[in-house]
């Protein structure tokens, strides 16, 4: 059975080493599929248009941030001493990326509520969107890193 919210007991079957490889697998694809989709609106988003500035960081933070980010959770879950990596880092990944989008599409109300409030149309600057970018990306490192860790430590 694929866990979807429960985190504790998706950290329980990591710890017991009870998760199969075909859970495992479901999922790294549905890790797959999210990026996929959101690099492809993000694509479609751009309608042929060049590039901005800001468009461009966050395309290589984002790159940057990955292969820092993955490379970070490796070591979290004990290097080359660590066991099940793939299985921990995507349906852990899969489990606390759902809590975090839910709470992403809740603050997407923010502006409308704004605009309630103050009775004026709300804009966020450009560098904003690229700030809450990265700071949500470095969140789920952490998010996912701090359970990781806490497995190694168990296991």
Known sequence: MIIIW????????????TLSDAHAFVYFFLTLMYDYVGFTLA???QDGQPLTPWGKTVVFTALALT???VLSMFFCNGGKEGVQFFHRYFSLSVVIGIKVGIALYLIGFIP????????SSFQYPAWFNYSYYLALNILLFVLIGRRLYALRKTA
Do not use: Q
């Open 43 to 45: 694509y479609l988003g």
């Open 112 to 119: 409308g509520i704004l605009h309630l409030l103050i009775g």
């Open 6 to 17: 429960n985190t504790p007991t998706l950290m329980e079957r990591l710890h017991r080493r």
């Open 67 to 69: 292969c820092f980010g």
